[in-house]
């Protein structure tokens, strides 16, 4: 990629209106510097970077090709949304993204109307984008709706239940899967391709809509012609699955073929009912760091563009963030007891497992992004002898909410909590804020809630938590603590005592305590 800043065609583009004007033989160029501005934008701000880089040819060909805002795209979580913000009038404020009074790092409804739905967490856009066409269906409009969504976030049930539910309607709707997982299998290339053109083309559809209808009077020739067609597409595809659900699969195709992309969408817009479009794309594609190493520039603080991101030399001075404190307490406790498992929702990273996994890879359990699982997989592992501890984000504990009530509390199972990023986050925004979990845990019975002061008192509550025979929860903030060195000693704390750190004197005549 080059590094100067020099994007002619960009400049000309305040909408997808102006996008559309473009001659298709323009539109590598178009993704060319769009990858360069994001490049430059979001090494300076810091924010969501491979994701992006990875989606810009097929954010590029839907708002070249649907007419945006009135057809809605729905970006799925919205993290790999930054291309399809610089497109649709944004572009001078892309540096502001993620800071106070600037852009949201997700798509939001107030904020733009190409935002057709506000996101942040994973798993909504296929019923989300689902609900819109049956709006549109029951206000007689043709607008198009266009579900964006990743291979993590498919993995969640809310995913799956949104497309049996398509499949059942027969909705004018399309799902993007965006697969971009590092190995990318031998089919994909111009013969998959071409495949998919013709899959979606209208020869295909004519003759397999015709064949339908002539054979619907011979049943056994009609279930020969079907099983023959799955023979064929399952040669080449892996659609069966997505089949089943009642959706035309097309795919896999080169999500980084800008022409094939535009090629297969052209002939999907004339298709009707549910579509299933698969691409394979390369997260980080177009700089070379973020594609050998997606994961580090998944999310970004500032960095220089030239040189890619250089871990620093200097060790933090405010000591180890609350995230280490649990995950260096989760491998003592587990030397400490076989009984111990850890059980994150795609969280690895985040909460704090790195190292836990390569130690205990036995007793470490990623369940993708699965909340609900993850917590009912827990109480089955309590009921029968384990002492399992979930690590989530405070925020997706709320999509577990049932799970924490039915099948944990009133069965009083002894399942750890480890809460991560309880109140406020930063950056993120209000969708990511652990605001409410303290709110929805008081009015359970039999839960022990604990919040620590320190990060000392961090590993003593988790401890504590994992001794009791009830349910329990360790809510602890993002970042680092307040310096407090970690004992190596584990000691069980007294439940509700409270511990005097002040006194203070109440004066009357000012209605104010004062500290001494």
Known sequence: MNNDINTPLLDQIDSPADLRKLPESQLEQLVEELRLFLLHSVSKSGGHFAAS????????ALHYLYNTPEDRLVWDVGHQAYIHK???????????????????????????EYDAFGVGHSSTSISAALGMSIAAARTGSDRKSVAIIGDGSITAGMAFEALNHAGALHSDLLVILNDNNMAISPNVGALSNRF??????????????????????????????KRAEEHVKGMISPGTLFEEFGFNYIGPVDGHDLHALIATLKNIQELKGPQFLHIITKKGKGYAPAEDDPVKYHGVTPFDPHKGIIPSAKPSSSG???????????????????????????????????QFEKEHPDKYFDVA?????????????????????????????????????????VQELPVLFAIDRAGCVGADGPTHNGSYDLSFMRCLPGMVIMA????????????????????????????????????????????????IRRKGKWTGNTGIWHYG
Request: hydrophobic residues 40%; negative net charge; glycine residues 8%.
């Open 196 to 225: 998919a053109q013709l899959l979606s083309g209208k020869l295909y559809t004519s003759v397999r809509s015709g064949s339908k209808k002539v054979l619907s009077n011979i049943p056994s020739a009609l279930e020969i012609a």
């Open 369 to 409: 992004i699965a909340e609900q699982h993850s917590v009912t997989v827990a109480a089955g592992m309590a009921c029968d002898g384990l002492k399992p501890v979930v690590a989530i984000y405070s925020t997706f504990l709320q999509r577990a909410y049932d799970q924490l009530i039915h099948d944990v509390v």
């Open 86 to 112: 610089i497109l649709t009038g944004r572009k001078d404020q892309l540096h502001s993204i993620r800071q106070w009074e600037g852009l949201t790092p997700f798509p939001k409804r107030g904020e733009s």
């Open 53 to 60: 880089l990875g989606v810009t040819e097929l954010t590029v």
């Open 320 to 354: 180890p963030t609350y995230s280490k404190v649990f995950g260096d307490w989760a491998i003592d406790m587990a030397n400490e007891d076989h009984r111990f498992a850890a059980i994150t929702p795609a969280m690895r990273e985040g909460s704090g497992l790195v």
């Open 452 to 499: 620590p002061a320190d990060e000392n008192e961090c590993r003593q509550m988790l401890y504590t938590g994992f001794k009791l025979d009830q349910p329990a929860a360790v809510r602890y903030p993002r970042g680092t603590g307040p310096g407090i060195e970690v004992e190596k000693e584990m000691i069980a704390l007294p439940i509700g005592k409270a511990e």
